[in-house]
């Protein structure tokens, strides 16, 4: 525990430090920042110093990353609570065998990922049609992992759209499908049902409100269903012929599943060579992850400046912040990767953890986040660590001055964060405005900010497949490092069970099939007033 302690005492006698002070030493930027491929990682407008760093990655060490790392990308059984390999890397580097329990599973990898470009250009090219033609829409049905990674990857590569329209239903909401369904055309849309298990109430139920609203149109509507699951049988149970499922073992966790089968919708929509360009700039990430250094690496990097701010400065939140408006679903994407992972109460042996698990991840692009919460960040007397990113270039050349402006909104905020403004400085402004005496002292103490706000940036050249794909691992393997330093299993989810189980038990309480004895009284009475609102 020494090197922790020594990292909780770095951070209180740090604590009043003005990150600004930090750009007094010479190559303060260079120093704490990093680059790998078309990244740069510029974390000095934290409260990072040297000392810190050098205790950080001595934790690292600690911790024994490297070799946990390893053991994960060569199969080795690391969820523990669920028994099973974690591989998801496994799925964008399709060139390097790896072997579960003795056996190389990549043959079948190699296999599917075939069957899915076959399936995938048959669509966009109109070989594989619905009963009315060509397919011009493909509907996915899935939530979580099956959802977050595909939606948030369709809309990221927008620019490389070239297949039919994709939608994607999630919510068990019924408005939800409803309104994506309502402007579809049943004889040309394909439904993809993507759920690892196969069983999620709100996916199975969705599929089933598909499938009925195909019927309505279309002889044989399972003809325009694939899946993409684990569980062969229960595909065919549902009336999936086997020849549109895309199966994938259980060592791909459902929050790291898109660079396989739950991507194919992605596939669809963009092609399978800008798809094979996404995993490839993810493999390049992996690469970079297991050979470089770890005060060299990304992944590494990132997840320590996490950890700084979150166990050692006890800030409990962690804004993501792109500044990219086709990365606005990358928010959500990371509340599952990050949440799901690593909000968790016991390390790997059952025992309490001593210090908190992972932060609360939240955000919004920016510059609309601006104008909406930022307010807080600047002013509010919690500290909240922002992780800004942006391209350098937009794909609309006819639009470069409006990138001008985005990428100066973001830089100036984490500018603004760090310097704020000095009680000084805003009294000499409110002077200039005409104010003196007792106001000019009550509006200028409205107008401070007190800075030293840590932020960090992530700079590549533009929102390419490759480039994205290289982001998401980033992060990926950023959740995986924070896990491993705190001691926690990342690739298990109990924590969503209990009220899976309590809301399958309410269902029939809400429809009058059972009493709801039992149940606690604030339950009973917004069961009651429920049925009463209802008539
Ligand atoms: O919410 C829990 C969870 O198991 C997620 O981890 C997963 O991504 C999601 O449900 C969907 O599961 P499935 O793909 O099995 O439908």
New binding site residues.
């Given amino acids: 525990m020494t090197i922790w302690q020594d990292l909780l005492d770095k951070a209180q006698s740090v604590q009043n430090r003005q990150i600004a002070e930090l750009f007094e030493k010479e190559n303060r930027a260079a120093g704490f920042s990093r680059e790998s491929g078309p990244f740069l990682f510029d974390f000095s407008k934290t409260n990072i110093d040297a000392e810190t760093l050098d205790l950080l990655v001595k934790l690292v060490e600690e911790k024994e990353v490297a070799a946990r790392a390893e053991a994960m990308f060569s199969g080795a059984k690391i969820n523990e609570t669920e028994g099973r390999a974690v591989l998801h890397t496994a799925l964008r580097n399709l060139d390097t065998d790896v072997f579960v329990d003795g056996e190389n599973v990549m043959p079948e990898v190699r296999a599917t990922y075939a069957r899915m470009v076959d399936f995938a250009r048959d669509v966009r090219e109109g070989k594989f049609t619905g009963q009315g033609g060509a397919i011009t829409d493909v509907v996915n049905i ?7 990674g595909p939606a948030m990857a369709t809309l990221a590569l927008a620019p490389y759209h070239d297949g039919p329209r994709c939608h994607f239903v999630s919510n068990v909401d019924g408005a939800h499908i409803h309104d994506t369904l309502a402007d579809l055309d049943p004889e040309t849309t394909l439904v993809i049902v ?7 109430i ?2 199975m139920t969705n599929a089933e409100t598909a499938k009925r609203w195909m019927a309505a149109k279309v002889a044989d509507p399972a003809q325009q269903f694939a899946a993409l ?1 684990t569980s062969a049988e229960k595909t065919a149970a549902f009336g999936i012929d086997a020849s549109r499922v895309f199966g994938f073992a259980d060592w791909v ?3 790291y ?1 898109m660079w396989g089968p ?1 991507g194919l919708s992605l596939m669809i929509a963009i092609g399978p060579e800008d798809f094979a360009d996404f995993l490839k700039g993810a493999a390049v990430m992996d690469a970079h992850f297991r050979a470089a250094p770890y005060a060299e690496n990304l992944p590494v990097l990132l997840a320590l400046v996490g950890i700084w701010h979150n166990q050692f400065c006890d800030y409990a939140t962690r804004a993501v912040l792109p500044y990219d408006q086709r990365l606005a679903r990358l928010p959500a994407y990371l509340q ?1 990767l990050e949440m ?1 992972s690593n909000g968790k109460r016991v390390s790997m042996d059952g025992k309490d953890l001593p210090y908190d698990s992972g932060p609360v991840v939240w955000g919004e692009p920016g510059t609309n986040g601006q104008h909406a919460f930022y307010q807080l960040i600047h002013q509010g007397t919690r500290v909240i660590p922002c992780e800004f990113m942006v391209a350098a270039e937009g794909h609309e050349p006819d639009l470069a001055h409006q990138h001008l402006l985005l990428v100066a909104n973001c830089l100036a905020q984490s500018e603004a964060l760090m310097r704020g403004r000095s009680l000084d400085e805003a009294t000499a402004i409110m002077r200039k405005k005409g104010l003196d005496g007792a106001e000019l002292d009550r509006q200028a103490r409205h107008r401070v900010f007190p800075g030293s706000r840590p932020s960090t940036t992530l700079l590549y050249p533009k929102l390419t497949p490759e480039v994205f794909g290289g982001i998401v691992a980033l992060y990926e393997h950023r959740v995986f490092v924070e896990g491993v330093i705190l001691g926690i299993n990342s690739f298990d ?1 109990w924590g ?1 069970e209990l009220g ?1 189980e309590l809301a399958l038990a309410l269902a029939p309480v809400l429809s009058g099939e059972d009493s709801g004895e039992g149940k606690d009284g604030s339950t009973r009475q917004l069961v009651a007033r429920i049925h009463a609102l209802r008539g």
């Fill in positions: 899935g939530i979580g992992g099956s959802d977050l993507a759920s690892k298990t196969f069983t999620t709100e996916t699951s966790g459902g929050r599943s739950i599952q799901e989810q969503v899976k």
